[in-house]
C-alpha cells in the first residue's frame, strides 16, 4: 500500500523578486573569467542568511530561481501571526541590497513534507504574487480570517489589537504592511538604520528607473514609506514600550526628515 500523506491546515507564502530576469541579464554580464558574477553571489547570499533566519521546527522552506515558498508546520495562530514577521523580515532583507519582494499568502488544507509542497494554499499564493503588480505581499481574506473573531454585537474584531496594523487595503486586495518590521529592532540606533535603509533603496529604484511601468511601482512603495512614516510619528511610535515622548523628539525629527521625496 503506498503511504498516507496527510493535509493539514497550513498558511502558505509565495514570493518572487521584482524584476528578477533583468537581474539575471546583469548577472551574466559581469561574469569573470573564473565564471564568477560578484552580483549573483551577494543576491545567493541574501537569499542564504535570509532563510537561514527560519525557524525549521516552524516553518518548511522551498527555493526555486528567485521564488521562495515558505509554510507553516502547523495551524498553531502564534506560528500564523510570526509568519508575517518572518515575511516582513525578508521584505526587509532584500530592500537593504536593492531588491524587492512581491507575494502573497493563503490558508487552508495543504501536504507539506520535505521535498513536497502540495495543496490549494500554495496554488493561490501563487495567483496573487502573479496579480501583486506592486512590491507588496498580497493577503487572502482566508488568511486574514484567521486573525478575526466575533464580540458580543456581531461585529468582527481581530484577535489580537496590534494584528489589524499589520494588514492594508486598496479596495478589495488587503496586503501586509512590511514596514512594521522596525518594531522588531532593538534600540534607536536599528531604528534609525532601518529608515535609512528603506530610504536609501527605494529612492535609488526611483532614480534608476528607465521606463514608465517601474517607475510607477516604486513610486507608489514610496507612498506607502511616507505614509507609514506619518502614521508611525503620530501614533504607531507610542505603542513601543522602550519609547520615551519626553527625549525622543529628535528621533521622530530624524525619523520625518526621512520621507521619499521623488520626481519624474
Known amino acids: 500500500m503506498d503511504k498516507e500523506h496527510v493535509y493539514g491546515y497550513r498558511a502558505v507564502a509565495f514570493l518572487?523578486?521584482?524584476?528578477?530576469?533583468?537581474?539575471?541579464?546583469?548577472?551574466?554580464?559581469?561574469?569573470?573569467?573564473?565564471?564568477?558574477?560578484?552580483?549573483?553571489?551577494?543576491?545567493?547570499?541574501?537569499?542564504?542568511?535570509?532563510?537561514?533566519?527560519?525557524?525549521?521546527?516552524r516553518y518548511a522552506c522551498y527555493l526555486f530561481s528567485d521564488n521562495i515558498c515558505i509554510t507553516t508546520?502547523?495551524?498553531?495562530?502564534?506560528?500564523?501571526?510570526?509568519?508575517?514577521?518572518?515575511?516582513?523580515?525578508?521584505?526587509?532583507?532584500?530592500?537593504?541590497?536593492?531588491?524587492?519582494l512581491r507575494g502573497g499568502i493563503d490558508y487552508g488544507l495543504f501536504i507539506n513534507e520535505e521535498?513536497?509542497?502540495?495543496?490549494?494554499?500554495?496554488?493561490?499564493?501563487?495567483?496573487?504574487?502573479?496579480?501583486?503588480i506592486y512590491p507588496r505581499v498580497v493577503m487572502s481574506e482566508r488568511f486574514i480570517e484567521e486573525f478575526q473573531g466575533y464580540?458580543?454585537?456581531?461585529?468582527?474584531?481581530?484577535?489580537?489589537?496590534?494584528?489589524?496594523?499589520?494588514?492594508?487595503?486598496?479596495?478589495?486586495?488587503?496586503?501586509?504592511?512590511?514596514?512594521?518590521?522596525?518594531?522588531q529592532t532593538n534600540n534607536r540606533k536599528d531604528k534609525e538604520g532601518f529608515f535609512i535603509d528603506y530610504n536609501t533603496s527605494i529612492s535609488n529604484c526611483i532614480k534608476k528607473?528607465?521606463?514608465?511601468?517601474v517607475?510607477?511601482?516604486?513610486?507608489?512603495?514610496?507612498?506607502?514609506?511616507?505614509?507609514?512614516?506619518?502614521?508611525?510619528?503620530?501614533?504607531?511610535?507610542?505603542?513601543?514600550?522602550d519609547f520615551d515622548p519626553e527625549s525622543e523628539h529628535g528621533f521622530l525629527d530624524f525619523v520625518i526628515k526621512k520621507r521619499i521625496n521623488y520626481h519624474v
Not at 508546520?73 to 523580515?89: H, M, P, Q, T, W
Not at 521535498?115 to 501583486?132: D, T
Not at 499589520?166 to 512594521?180: A, D, R, T
Open 16 to 57: 518572487d523578486v521584482l524584476g528578477f530576469s533583468d537581474k539575471l541579464d546583469e548577472f551574466e554580464a559581469e561574469v569573470s573569467d573564473r565564471f564568477v558574477s560578484k552580483k549573483a553571489s551577494e543576491f545567493i547570499g541574501v537569499f542564504k542568511s535570509a532563510i537561514e533566519s527560519l525557524d525549521p521546527k
Open 73 to 100: 508546520i502547523s495551524d498553531d495562530i502564534a506560528d500564523l501571526r510570526d509568519l508575517l514577521i518572518v515575511v516582513c523580515e525578508l521584505f526587509y532583507r532584500f530592500a537593504k541590497k536593492g531588491y524587492f
Open 115 to 132: 521535498f513536497i509542497a502540495i495543496g490549494v494554499p500554495l496554488k493561490n499564493a501563487y495567483k496573487m504574487e502573479n496579480q501583486a
Open 151 to 183: 464580540n458580543e454585537g456581531g461585529e468582527i474584531v481581530f484577535d489580537e489589537f496590534y494584528d489589524k496594523y499589520f494588514i492594508l487595503n486598496s479596495y478589495e486586495v488587503n496586503y501586509l504592511n512590511v514596514f512594521l518590521y522596525v518594531f
Open 209 to 213: 528607473s528607465k521606463i514608465e511601468s
Open 215 to 241: 517607475f510607477i511601482k516604486y513610486k507608489w512603495l514610496a507612498d506607502q514609506f511616507n505614509i507609514f512614516i506619518d502614521l508611525y510619528v503620530d501614533s504607531l511610535v507610542f505603542l513601543d514600550n
